[in-house]
Structures are given as C-alpha cells and as structure tokens.
C-alpha cells in the first residue's frame, strides 16, 4: 500500500506557520536588544576630582601584539549571539523549506498533477481505490491522454485490466493484494503470461518513475489492446 503524499493546501499551510514562528522570534530579539542599549548602567557615580585622581593613580603598559593570533577571525567578537546566529540560522531554514516547496510543485504541478478533476469528481491515482469496479475509467483515461501523462495513462490502463478480470470472475480483486497474487490466481489460464508481461512493464514505469513518450506509450496500449480483446472474445480464457 501506497503512502499518500501530503496536500498541497496542509504544506502551504505549515510554511506559512513556520514563517510567523520565526517572524515572532526575530521580534522578541529585537526588543530585547533595543531594551538593552536603552538601559543606563547602574552603580556608583564619580565626580570629577575622584576621576582625576584615579587616572593620576593607575599606571598601565601597552601590551606587545600577539603575533600568532593574526589568523583568528577579526569580527568574532561583533557576533551578535541574541539576535545575529538566530536570524543566519533562521534564512538557512527558510530557504531549505523554499528549496522543498519548489521541488515539490516542480514534481507534483501547483494543485498536483497526480490528482484528477472532472466537475465534483476527484480521485487521487496514488492510492489503490477502494472499490475497483466503481472507477470511472474512461473519464481518467481520457483527461490523462488530453494532458500527455503517459505514465498516467498506463497506469489507468492496468486498473483497466484489473477491473475487467474481476468483473469477469478470473480474479477476485482486494485492496491488499500484489499482481503477483493476481498471477497465481490466473495459473492455467492462455491469459496468465501476457498478463505477467504486462504487469512488468507497468511496475516499471509507474513504481519506476519511467517516462513514457506517446510512441512508447502506444506501443504499450497496444498490448493491452491484445488481452483485452482476448477476454472480451471469449466466456472462459
């Protein structure tokens, strides 16, 4: 069983909630900072004639340059810890989460191209379909050829097979079960190994992201074309 991928409305949604999230936290460090600078330094105050004489008191030297810290980073000590790590941190983030987005509507189309819309009827092809036999084909099939989603197409044409085969009693179709289980329920059939045949090509272009072109594409309708007109020749294949 396949996962089903999150929408595009809940993923729009989670980015919108992270942006206010750190949009908050760089308000609440800027507060704090200008709160900060604001602030006067408290303690004992010093008259004039009390600075004098603690300048004449004190004797200090200049230190000699460590020369073997020339290499160390100048601006370490601006680093602004409160407010500065948070906010580099905070664009690595937003662009990661960009960087996915982009990938994901690259991939899946704006309203995801994997979904397909005929007035009120909508049906996610990711998903194995509840009921095999109430799948409205024909109309998936045709939109999916409108839009050249070959690798659509050929999916629609295996449910298509699947949808047949059970109408026709030759399997007994369940939610859970592998074209392999299908295979053995059609043993001893002239069908099983053009069928066997066919379920490779499908896995290979729908579990294995092939691309179709429409040639390839006609090629393999072609032979569904085949079984297909072997089943509906006879009562018992």
Known sequence: MEVKEIG??????????IAFFLNNCFARSADLT??????????????ETQW????DDYKYKVPKADKSKKKEIKNVGNINFGGGVL???????????????????ARNGF???????KGAF????N??????NALKIDTLLAQALINKDFRLATRLRFLELLQLLN?????????????????????????QLLFWQLCHSYERVWYGNYSLDEKAYQNVSERFDSLFSMLNAKANV
């Open 127 to 132: 998903i194995e379909p509840e009921d095999i």
């Open 34 to 47: 200008e709160q900060y600078l604001q602030n006067k330094p408290s303690g004992n105050s010093l008259n």
């Open 167 to 191: 109408q026709k009693g030759l399997i007994h179709w369940k939610r859970d079960k592998t074209n392999l289980n299908y295979k053995h329920q059609l043993e001893g059939t002239a069908i």
């Open 87 to 105: 906010k580099i941190l905070a664009y690595v983030f937003i662009f990661i989460i960009f960087a996915v987005l982009i990938y994901w509507i």
């Open 8 to 17: 595009f409305g809940k993923f729009l949604k989670l980015v919108i909630s």
């Open 52 to 55: 004098q004489k603690l300048k």
């Open 122 to 125: 909508q049906y996610d092809i």
């Open 111 to 117: 309203f995801g191209s994997k979904q397909l819309k």
